[in-house]
């Protein structure tokens, strides 16, 4: 008995899930700080290192943590191995994941998308601002003066080396 191509392309399109087709579970996200060039490390909602490495960088990050569960990650910068930042990242809802509406039915929508995780999506660069902090967190300079501009105040803090 031969299956009909017209019934074989309904059925189909009910098993199929749209965000699945148009999306994939993982995507490359870059991560970048303000000034570039510092440590990162990113760890997942359970604390595992995801990545680690100097900004600007590219990571790959899951979309889904399980079963309708956004993918949620913690990005430190870190400066002289101090976090200087830090930026909590949460996957948010992807659209193509309401075309199940139309075309995947029930399956796609409660089966398939939130499975493979492509019912949600990751930003596609991240930049952690740290130009406040990290300046904030650096030493003050060196300053040579002579000891008969000091006022009297300055004078008592003084301590003979």
């Known amino acids: 008995m031969k299956f009909p191509l017209a019934l074989f392309t309904p059925f ?3 098993l199929s899930s749209c965000a699945t087709i148009v999306s994939s579970q993982q995507k490359p996200t870059k991560i970048d700080s303000s000034p570039s060039k510092m440590a990162y490390v990113v760890t997942d909602a359970k604390g595992g290192v995801i990545s680690q490495g100097i900004t600007p960088s590219d990571v790959t990050l899951n979309r889904s943590s399980g079963y309708f569960k956004p993918g949620k990650y913690t990005i430190e910068i870190k400066k002289g191995g101090k976090v200087v930042s830090k ?3 949460t996957a ?3 659209g193509w994941y309401f075309g199940n509406i139309l075309v995947g039915g029930v399956i796609g929508m409660l089966v ?3 499975l493979s995780g492509a019912m949600y999506r990751m930003p596609e660069s991240i930049t952690v601002n740290t130009t406040s902090v990290a300046t904030a967190n650096q030493s003050p300079d ?8 000091l006022t009297a105040a300055q004078r008592a803090k003084l301590v003979r080396i």
């Open 12 to 14: 189909s399109l009910l």
């Open 87 to 89: 930026e909590i990242v």
């Open 92 to 94: 948010s809802l992807n």
């Open 112 to 114: 398939v998308d939130p």
């Open 142 to 149: 060196l300053q040579i003066v002579d000891i008969s501009t």
